[in-house]
C-alpha cells in the first residue's frame, strides 16, 4: 500500500469521525457562584474575570445595574445577577465576569457581579436537560454533575433587558 493509500485510510478510520463528534457534543463553560449555588455560562462569551473595584451608580439605571466602571479606558455596564434571576442576595460579590462586548447585539461592554468565580469545565450536551419548570428568558439549561446541578445562564438574554 502507498503512503497516499495508507494517510487516506487512516483518515477514513472511524476514530476518527468519533473523536470529531465526542468534540462536538462539548462545550466549555465558566462555573461561578450566586447566593450560595453555581451558575455557568458558554465561556465563548467570556472576554475575561477582574476583581471588583469601585462602581459609579447610574441615576435612573435599571435595578439590576450596580454602576459602571472604567476598564482599560471604555465605560462598562455592571449588571447584579442576582437582581435579574431573583437569588437571595447572600455574601459579598468579589469578582466581576466580563463578556465579549462582540457578542451582543449593540456591541456593549457588559460585566457580571459574582460571588465567586469556580473554574472552566467541560459540559456534555448529553448532561445539559431543559429546567423542570417552564423555561425562564435566561436559563439555557441545567447541567446534571456529580457535585449537583448546574444553572446554565445566557448572557446576552439578562443584558438586553
Known sequence: MSQEQTAAAGASAPTATDDT?????????????LGGET???DIDYV???VDRGS????PNAPEFVEGVMDLRGRTTSIVNPKTLLNVEDTGEASRI???????FKDDAAVGWLVDEVDQVVRVSMDDVEDPPMERGEFIEGIVRREEGLVV????????SN
Open 39 to 41: 451558575y455557568c455560562v
Open 47 to 49: 472576554s475575561e474575570i
Open 21 to 33: 463528534d465526542a468534540t462536538a457534543r462539548k462545550m466549555q463553560v465558566l462555573e461561578f457562584e
Open 152 to 159: 446554565w445562564i445566557s448572557p446576552t438574554s439578562t443584558t
Open 55 to 58: 462602581l459609579t451608580a447610574v
Open 97 to 103: 465576569v466580563i463578556f465579549d462586548a462582540s457578542k
